[in-house]
């Protein structure tokens, strides 16, 4: 074969490969442009599917399944045989807390109270109340106050079963996990009432037991003076104050709570909530 010849050969050769690839990269960038691709001029070998092109948001790293650091489960409280009575903390640390709720008609002006001195409370939730007002569950959790369980109904503990016990309980945590965003860390009660299962079930589904040191009485609805004047008698360092925002008329403990709270404050006294000693 002559020089001219095998040097026509060789170009034409070249040329065609350049066309291949040519026509492979435009391939390419219409995959990742979204433009359509011109179909094949013969059809595709048969054999297994060829794999679907990844979006470009699949490109991102992704988390791998047991890697990074484990989530700390919380330790179970200890099963108590009687609730806790006070709070520990520095200088005249005090609790205030509300039963019963949360009631549309109250909570949100004792909300505001707490909210124009910068105070945090504990609030213990009936959950059929709860289920009701959900928002307030969340304003709750936005403004920094503690979620407790108070029951579902409001039963006198101590004449059900262990089961009813068990419900009463569980279904008021579900309630507040759902509203609050996590599931509470105490219990009290209703009625003060409690016994050996109380307290085992209680620990089990992770809750101190929280009672009080200073009861307002505020439910007998005496007047927002005298319930004002039960809450400065009592007021001492570690001192836990029951009130109430829902289950009858609390539009007293709503002004007893205006005019006590800042005269704590003035007094010095320092207006937290409970934190748990372990992990």
């Known amino acids: 074969m002559k020089k001219d010849q095998l040097l026509t050969r060789r170009r034409a050769l070249i040329t065609g490969a350049a066309a291949v690839g040519a026509a492979g990269a435009a391939g390419l960038f219409t995959t990742f442009t979204g433009n359509k691709a011109a179909p094949p001029a013969t059809p595709p070998v048969a054999g297994a599917p060829a794999a679907r092109p990844l979006r470009p948001s699949e490109y991102r790293l992704q988390p791998l399944t047991g890697y990074g650091t484990p989530r700390a489960v919380p330790a179970r ?122 307290f085992r079930l209680g620990a089990e589904l992770g809750m101190e037991p929280l009672a009080w040191t200073v009861d307002t009485l505020d439910w007998t609805e005496p007047g927002a003076r005298t319930i004002v004047g039960r809450v400065r008698n009592g007021a001492a360092p570690g001192v836990v104050v029951l009130s109430h925002d829902a289950g009858g008329d609390r539009s007293q403990s709503v002004r007893a709570l205006r005019d006590y709270l800042p005269g704590l404050l003035d007094s010095g006294y320092h207006i937290t909530v409970p934190r748990r000693t372990y992990a």
């Not at 009687?82 to 709070?87: A, F, G, H, M, Q």
């Not at 520095?90 to 105070?119: C, H, K, N, S, W």
């Not at 016990?165 to 996990?177: F, G, Q, W, Y």
């Open 77 to 198: 409280p200890p099963v108590r045989s009687e609730p806790l009575l006070r709070v520990s903390g520095r200088g005249r640390t005090m609790v205030l807390t509300f039963d019963d709720g949360p009631d549309p008609r109250y909570t949100p002006a004792i909300l505001d109270t707490l909210a124009e001195y910068d105070v945090r409370a504990m609030f213990f939730v009936c959950g059929e109340m709860a289920f009701y007002n959900k928002e307030l569950l969340a304003r709750m959790a936005e403004e920094g106050h503690t979620v407790g369980n108070h029951t579902w109904s409001h039963p006198l503990l101590t004449k059900l079963s262990r089961g009813r016990i068990r419900s009463e309980m569980e279904r008021t945590s579900d309630v507040i996990e759902e509203g609050y965003g996590e599931r509470p860390q105490w219990f009290r009660a209703p009625y003060g009432a409690w016994n050996r299962t109380t």
